[in-house]
């Protein structure tokens, strides 16, 4: 069919097709100017997140408490906006 030469090339592309892209990729320069920038655009800066995961069933009933009570003020905060607005009208 093809021959010896076609099987020499499509082995040599085999080989060369990987090699190259991990080169190419795996450049540390090339991380730094174009994944890192994009990463910071996609995920939240680490101040922003929670780093200390509750474990045990106490730490994470204490941490839904939390965050039901911050939903609850921030509601109460805007309805109380929202009611200055309607007086003022």
């Given at each position: ?57 106490s ?22 906006g929202?009611?200055?607005?309607s007086?003022?009208?």
């Amino acid at each position: 069919m093809g021959g010896p030469n076609l099987e020499i090339f499509k082995f040599s592309l085999y080989l060369f097709v990987p090699i190259a892209a991990l080169i190419h990729f795996g450049d540390p320069e090339w991380y730094k100017t174009v994944v890192v920038p994009y990463r910071d655009k996609l995920f939240p800066a680490l101040d922003r997140t929670n780093q200390r995961i509750p474990t045990d069933q106490s730490g994470v009933r204490e941490e839904l408490a939390r965050i039901k009570a911050e939903r609850l003020l921030k509601r109460a905060q805007r309805e109380a906006g929202d009611s200055k607005k309607s007086e003022e009208q």
